[in-house]
């Protein structure tokens, strides 16, 4: 069975503030890579939806890689899974809310 995608408010945000920064600095392809590893991950969490590894902060929050810069945190619910956000591992840790 298919698990439902739902992406919050803030994790569509985020979403769109990258793909922004890189139609803006960077060659379309890598726009185009970025938006389908993410869509390629996503898929892949129908299939492995604990892949993701826990938050210390809140064991019920997951994280993956979709590139070395950025990371997914989802929440795996009976039936769902919530896209949270995403996070560019560039930043300081301490602004990273999930882990």
Same mark, same amino acid.
């Given at each position: 069975?298919?698990?439902?995608?739902?992406?919050?408010?803030?994790?569509?945000?985020?979403?769109?503030?990258?793909?922004?920064?890189?139609l803006k600095e960077w060659p379309?392809?890598?726009?185009?890579?970025? @938006?389908?590893?993410?869509?390629?991950?996503?898929?892949?969490? !129908? *299939?492995?939806?604990? =892949?993701?590894?826990?938050?210390?902060? /809140?064991?019920?929050?997951?994280?993956? @890689?979709?590139?070395?810069?950025?990371?997914?945190?989802?929440? !795996? *619910?009976?039936?769902? =899974?919530?896209?949270?956000?995403?996070? /560019?591992?560039r930043q300081s840790p301490g602004?990273?809310?999930?882990?």
């Amino acid at each position: 069975m298919a698990l439902k995608i739902e992406w919050t408010a803030n994790a569509i945000e985020d979403y769109k503030q990258v793909v922004d920064y890189l139609l803006k600095e960077w060659p379309l392809k890598v726009a185009a890579d970025f @938006v389908n590893n993410l869509e390629e991950r996503v898929d892949n969490l !129908n *299939s492995f939806p604990n =892949i993701g590894m826990a938050s210390l902060k /809140d064991p019920s929050i997951r994280s993956i @890689v979709i590139t070395k810069h950025n990371k997914l945190y989802y929440r !795996n *619910s009976p039936g769902k =899974i919530e896209i949270l956000g995403i996070f /560019d591992t560039r930043q300081s840790p301490g602004k990273n809310k999930y882990d």
